[in-house]
């Protein structure tokens, strides 16, 4: 018996099957396609940018989230509040005295080499005074917190103490003290309100840079929430370097006065101020003063204006 001889297909059936492969190649090449620019997508699509970071160009980006609030200002204690600058705050000033034997010692022109000195003198006679400093010695600012952390009140005395800069126009005043303004709340917290003006309100320097400004002055810096002290009795010590102790002791101690607002300096040198001081402060002493630092409660000294 022959065997069977499988058949041949016919053309058409040929014809079909080339037909079904070709759709299968085709669709084969299309997903290969498909899954390609899938990757080519997947690769190319930008990376989630890190907060903050800026977004590539056409991508869509969240808002960043706002900002938190700033840290409330730490909340001042009584004598702190009492003393800062305060443009609301209603004082009844005691521009003519207190009626009681008060001595206000008030040094300008620290922080400085003789700072310690002085407060230990005064801390030795447990004596309160008032420093009005200045920014001008960067590296003693630290004697500014010693001198406040030991009861001592902090009065602004300008930055510079420069009479040209400082006395240029109003809006240079107020920057300069501004800036010293910030320099003492660095170390103490707050702005005090107290202020004294280089030379004092009547001083007549000022005419040479900006005439007029000192009436300005007295009038705008107590609108602005500060008070100004000058002095009633000069320690003399600002005549030279180290004037002699006992010239400072003689301008010093003086009778007739009920409340005395006495200006020393503060200075590298004035080595003589810190020996005068245990003589003064005896002599002020026996005649029955008790000392105080500057407050709000205490005695405003003005002079006359001359510019």
């Known amino acids: 018996m022959r065997p069977r001889v499988a058949s041949r297909p016919s053309a058409r059936e040929q014809q079909r099957s080339a037909r079904g492969l070709a759709v299968v190649v085709a669709l084969l090449t299309v997903a290969l396609i498909g899954g390609a620019g899938a990757l080519a997508l997947l690769v190319s699509a930008p990376r989630a940018a890190a ?25 001042l204690d009584e004598r702190a509040a ?5 443009p609301s705050a209603q004082t009844d000033w005691r521009l003519d005295g207190t009626g009681e034997k008060t001595v206000y010692l008030t040094f300008d022109d620290g922080p400085s080499d ?14 309160k005074a008032t420093f009005f400093v200045t920014g001008h010695e960067p590296d003693k600012r630290g004697y500014i917190r010693d001198a406040y952390e030991r009861g001592h009140s902090i009065g602004l005395h300008t930055m510079t103490h420069d009479y040209a800069q400082v006395y240029a126009s109003e809006d240079a005043f107020f920057g300069d003290l501004d800036q010293v303004g910030q320099v003492v709340k660095e170390q103490i917290g707050f702005v005090p309100y107290l202020t004294r003006f280089p030379g004092g309100a009547s001083n007549t320097v000022s005419a040479n840079y900006c005439p007029g400004i000192m009436s300005a002055l007295v009038s705008d810096l107590p609108a602005r929430g500060y008070q100004f002290y000058d002095w009633n009795v000069s320690s003399g010590d600002a005549a030279g370097t180290n004037v002699d102790v006992e010239k400072i002791v003689q301008s010093s101690c003086v009778e007739g006065y009920t409340n005395v607002m006495l200006l020393f300096h503060d200075s590298s040198t004035k080595d003589t101020t810190p020996d005068a001081l245990p003589r003064i402060i005896e002599f002020y002493q026996q005649r029955g003063y008790r000392f105080e630092p500057i407050t709000r409660e205490g005695f405003v000294c003005h002079h006359g204006v001359n510019n």
């Open 51 to 75: 907060p903050g970071a800026p977004a590539a160009p056409g991508v869509l980006q969240e808002p960043d989230a706002p900002p938190p609030p700033p840290e409330p200002e730490p909340a």
């Open 82 to 86: 009492g003393l800062a600058l305060d």
């Open 114 to 127: 003789n700072t310690p000195r002085v407060l230990d003198v005064l801390d030795r006679y447990g004596v």
